[in-house]
């Protein structure tokens, strides 16, 4: 990763992935692929903060009846 | 929610065929038998509490932590997690491949990927770690004790370590959970290993004050002598929360940890541990962590000016006092009495008052807890 400047820092990704990521962006409305994979990666890193989310609805059940057998929720 | 520390809440468990598939070669593998402290380690570094470690420590991140107080990667972390091997089992271990990690009962509770082995000076760990090289400290000592051997490597869970009270201990993916049923956004983390006074009610009360949701986290795992036992420290602390918290606002379950008594780096370690538990805030004593007068009683809290980039916030309490002219719990900050009004926290005076089987006034800690405390014939670690 190597900093161009202060604001934004440049890193590689495959080409190959990159004209896809082009087509889609075209796609989206996107006028340019790096505004498209700013947008791809904040969504990536708002739905990692949110634990519980990530969690799917088997997983959160087996929580919540062990939460509830020990009495911390009712 | 407050995200996990380094981006990510680490799951290393596991599936039922994958850790079956692992056990059909276990003939082949070699094995370590790892203490109970290790298997406390294994089980924060598999559910996430260590976060975001993922293993046990390699060369450059143990370097990096006791030079920096930083990973490798510059993220805060400054107790080394690592795993010391006897030389005779050392030598049988090769770099690239697995070793299993066994229980006391020879069960294997997880798969070491073995990245490389190291050495490392003990008196550089302990001095830098713990600021001293005294074997008076509990922690140097323990050091000294180890191999002379490091493996370093990521694990994955094979099956779940028994460890004691495990109804009252909750994984991150649980107090998050839990957190957010609550609808706690911010949530303030109480570190312990005592039993609760006024004084210690006081600083939560304070803190809950203005946050959502109060999470009571006492440290079970190997004590030194004279400490309360875990037993008492659980009992008093739900006999405080029955009687003096809301249940919509307080809860406790506890830190499988073991007490390195490194005081400044271990509130810093005590704080990340929170975070990824869900805390949004923490508090920080007088002589956090600490034990003897090896610590500056406020170093814990001057250390947190390193660490800018945490994330989860620091409160800091300094030592409070009754007065019985405020008619409440106070401190140097909020009463201009003199001393002839304040009862001090003494907990060198409240432990004698238990032992003699005696009440201590009531204003310094709450009836319903010392009747708990009463019951128990073993008060303190032997
Ligand atoms: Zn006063």
């Not at chain 1, 890193?45 to 959160?60: A, F, I, M, T, Y």
């Not at chain 2, 997690?81 to 066994?102: C, F, H, N, R, Y």
């Not at chain 2, 008492?232 to 307080?250: F, G, M, Q, T």
Request: with cysteine.
């Amino acid at each position: 990763m190597a900093e161009t400047s202060k604001k934004s820092v440049q890193i590689e990704i495959p080409s190959t992935l990159a004209e896809r990521l082009e087509k889609q962006a075209q796609k989206a409305g996107y006028s340019n692929l790096s505004d498209y994979i700013t947008h791809l990666l904040r969504k990536g890193c708002s739905s990692n903060n949110n634990d519980s989310s990530c969690l799917n609805p088997e997983e959160e059940k087996k929580i919540e009846e062990r939460l509830k057998d020990l009495g911390y929720i009712d | 929610m407050i995200s996990p520390h380094g981006g990510k809440l680490i799951n290393r468990v596991l599936t039922k065929e994958e850790a079956k598939k692992l056990l059909q070669k276990k003939e082949q593998l070699p094995h370590i038998a790892v203490d109970e402290s290790i298997l406390r380690d294994i089980f924060n570094i598999c559910y996430g509490v260590f976060s975001p470690l993922e293993g046990f420590l390699g060369k450059k991140d143990y370097e990096s932590v006791i030079n920096t107080m930083r990973l490798a990667d510059d993220t805060p972390w400054t107790i080394p997690i690592v795993l010391d091997v006897p030389a005779d089992i050392a030598s049988t271990l090769k770099e690239g491949k697995d070793v299993l990690l066994d229980s006391g009962e020879g069960k294997s509770v997880a798969v070491l990927h073995i990245k490389e082995k190291y050495t490392y000076d003990k008196d550089e760990f302990a001095k830098k770690v713990f600021g001293t090289v005294d074997e008076a400290h509990p922690g140097v000592a323990k050091v000294k004790r180890m191999n002379s051997l490091l493996i370093g490597g990521d694990i994955d869970l094979i099956e779940e370590p028994e460890l004691p009270f495990s109804t009252q201990t909750l994984k991150p993916v649980e107090t998050r959970f839990l957190f957010e049923s609550k609808g706690w956004n911010d949530v303030v983390g109480f570190q312990t290993r005592n039993v609760p006074h006024l004084g210690h009610e006081y600083i939560q009360k304070t803190a809950l004050a203005f946050t959502d949701g109060l999470f009571i986290n006492p440290v079970i795992g190997k004590k030194k002598k004279g400490d309360f036992t875990d037993e008492v420290i659980l009992d008093s602390y739900n006999a405080l929360l029955k009687h003096y918290y809301l249940k919509e606002r307080a809860v406790m379950s506890i830190l499988q940890l073991e007490m390195r008594y490194a005081g400044p780096k271990e509130a810093i370690l005590h704080a990340i541990v929170r975070k990824n538990f869900g805390c949004t805030h923490f508090i920080v004593g007088r002589d956090h962590a600490g034990v003897g007068k090896f610590y500056d009683p406020f170093a814990a809290h001057k250390i947190f000016k390193d660490f800018p980039d945490l994330e989860i916030t620091p409160l800091f309490f300094n030592s409070f006092f009754y007065c019985k002219k405020c008619g409440g719990v106070s401190n140097e900050k909020t009463c201009p009495h003199s001393n002839e009004f304040r009862i001090d926290f003494s907990g060198t005076k409240m432990r004698a008052l238990l032992e003699a089987g005696k009440i201590p006034e009531g204003e310094l800690m709450r009836e319903e807890v010392v009747r708990e405390i009463l019951k128990h014939k073993k008060m303190f670690v032997e």
